[in-house]
């Protein structure tokens, strides 16, 4: 009798127990579809919202040759800025976003792989004391104040160096120099950072000096990830908008040099997108020159991805 009632217990205890078990797994299952709901909630609107985006700013930008009937080739070609006269040649903006970008990213990217070497294989304990706090303060300037910076010292200065009215290409140059510079050089010491260290220690056992293990071996390792960190600084440098707008001139002109004034896609926006009324030609031409500005970071993006799985596959080999 005794063992029978102690078998009925035990009995009951397992059931017990299976039955806290079930209501536990029922309970995290029930989480763990609450959690993925959520997650694709947030997905979806992520999807949604840059869905929007595309659509909206294509919408408006094409309304200049589907609405207003303007010839694509002469919008792209053309170098006669005049949207109330009904001329809207962009070739002006367009060379001087490239000029402005590709320049800054020259005279930057020599500096921030220096800085990157420095911190990561020349001094890495004073790089991250000295120049780590550095690249943040740059990181954490407002743009406007870079704007002020140039308008206040780089400006006077070319004026006085090659004369002329001081804005220009150059101007702006030096004020996206700095600007790209904290982007390019983060980027760079994480690249470098990431090349296994077996390389550096093998070139060193075979006789190689540091300089040599450093261009030879670890720069040649972390080409993928320096083009992918000056891709990005030139994202960062075709959007940048306020501080160019304050140092290039603002000249809707096909520049003659560097020292001539000149204008961007982004401040030709942002000085004449308050001027206009929506449905007009000098409206759509705006929205036009914004969907130039977002088929570039398209392409800037799709550069990355493209040298990103470059990378992987040098490496993977």
């Not at 694509?72 to 053309?78: A, D």
């Not at 603002?250 to 926006?269: D, E, G």
Request: hydrophobic share 50%; glycine share 8%; charged share 15%.
């Amino acid at each position: 009798m005794e063992q029978t009632n102690f078998q009925l217990k035990k009995q009951d205890a397992q059931s017990h127990e299976w039955d806290v078990r079930l209501h536990r797994a029922t309970r995290a299952t029930r989480e763990d579809w609450l959690g993925r709901g959520i997650s694709y909630l947030c997905i979806g609107v992520i999807i949604l919202v840059v869905a929007s985006m595309l659509w909206f700013i294509t919408s408006k930008g094409i309304a200049t040759f589907t609405q207003n009937h303007v010839s694509l080739w002469k919008f792209l070609s053309g170098t006669n800025w005049a949207p109330d006269q009904g001329n809207i040649g962009a070739l002006p903006m367009i060379v001087g976003s490239f000029a402005v970008t590709f320049a800054a990213a020259i005279v930057a990217t020599p500096f921030a792989v220096g800085t990157a070497i420095f911190m990561t294989e020349i001094s890495p304990n004073k790089g991250r004391k000295v120049l780590q706090p550095v690249i943040e303060l740059l990181v954490g300037i407002p743009s406007v104040v870079y704007g002020f910076i140039g308008l206040a010292v780089v400006v006077p200065f070319m004026r006085h160096l090659v004369g002329g009215s001081g804005f220009g290409i150059i101007s702006a140059t030096f004020v996206l120099f700095v600007m790209v510079l904290p982007t390019i050089t983060t980027m760079t010491v994480d690249s470098l950072r990431a090349v296994p260290r077996h390389y550096k220690e093998a070139s060193l056992a075979l006789g190689a000096t540091r300089w040599q293990t450093v261009s030879r071996v670890i720069l040649r390792s972390a080409t993928p990830g320096i083009l992918t960190a000056v891709i990005f600084g030139m994202a960062r440098a075709f959007g940048e908008a306020l501080a160019v707008q304050m140092v290039i001139g603002n000249a809707a002109i096909m520049p003659k040099n560097l020292i001539s004034p000149a204008s961007t896609l982004t401040s030709q926006l942002t000085t004449g997108i308050g001027d206009t009324i929506d449905g007009t030609l000098p409206n759509n031409a705006l929205w036009s020159l914004a969907l130039i500005l977002l088929l570039m970071s398209l392409f800037f993006n799709a550069l990355v991805r493209f040298i990103a799985k470059r990378g992987q596959l040098k490496n993977g080999r």
